[in-house]
T-cell receptor
Framework: GAVVSQHPSRVICKSGTSVKIECRSL??????MFWYRQFPKQSLMLMAT?????????EQGVEKDKFLINHASLTLSTLTVTSAHPEDSSFYIC??????????FGPGTRLTVT | KQEVTQIPAALSVPEGENLVLNCSFT??????LQWFRQDPGKGLTSLLL?????REQTSGRLNASLDKSSGRSTLYIAASQPGDSATYLC???????????FGQGTRLTINP
């Protein structure tokens, strides 16, 4: 149980285009989902907290107009990187909050912007 | 602001050894602490979760302890195997905050 999926697992896009990443909780409902970013050989940095039916809460320094988050249902949150640039290339990981506030993580999405 | 530190940053040991990974956090007001494993290019696998009221948790060859008052946790791996090679991340959930704060991780290599 407590499986979280992400789609796509890898994406390459051209500079200036937008990319959408999906995060789904497959066997449980998650009121809260989280989006993290990880640079090579570094730890995870929380970007935003996504609550179903309300606006996401962004961490300091994260541009909300660039990283659009939508949590329209209890099993799906999406992250859209708008007008992507090479510096947005990174590993994006989502997690979904389950029972007892434990977070269950997706397998990650590798974004490369050329 | 909660900060999490993991020592050492990297560790290489021969197969079969017992080893300890360390994690420290600056604010003892936490809800829980989790240890994760991350293989290169992959997501996170939860290994152990310790609630703030607990002192330790065990799963197979893994044992995690928590000393909340001193802001420390250790992950003990017994009889290490090459398959244990990965990056191990420690994360705390601060009280009153819906998020995890991660340490930088310990990159572990078990040599056959």
């Amino acid at each position: 149980g407590a499986v979280v999926s992400q789609h796509p697992s890898r994406v390459i896009c051209k500079s200036g285009t937008s990319v959408k990443i999906e995060c789904r909780s497959l066997d449980f409902q998650a009121t809260t989902m989280f989006w993290y970013r990880q640079f090579p050989k570094q730890s995870l940095m929380l970007m935003a907290t996504s609550n179903e039916g309300s606006k996401a809460t962004y961490e300091q320094g994260v541009e909300k107009d660039k990283f659009l988050i939508n949590h329209a249902s209890l099993t799906l949150s999406t992250l859209t990187v708008t007008s992507a640039h090479p510096e947005d290339s990174s590993f994006y990981i989502c997690s979904a909050e389950g029972f007892s506030y434990e977070q269950y993580f997706g397998p990650g999405t590798r974004l490369t912007v050329t | 602001k909660q900060e999490v530190t993991q020592i050492p940053a990297a560790l290489s040991v021969p197969e079969g050894e017992n080893l300890v990974l360390n994690c420290s956090f600056t604010d003892s007001a936490i809800y829980n602490l989790q240890w994760f494993r991350q293989d290169p290019g992959k997501g996170l696998t939860s290994l152990l979760l310790i609630q703030s009221s607990q002192r330790e948790q065990t799963s197979g060859r893994l044992n995690a302890s928590l000393d909340k008052s001193s802001g420390r946790s250790t992950l003990y791996i017994a009889a290490s195997q090459p398959g244990d090679s990965a990056t191990y991340l420690c994360a705390v959930s601060p009280q009153g905050a819906q998020k995890l704060v991660f340490g930088q991780g310990t990159r572990l290599t078990i040599n056959p």
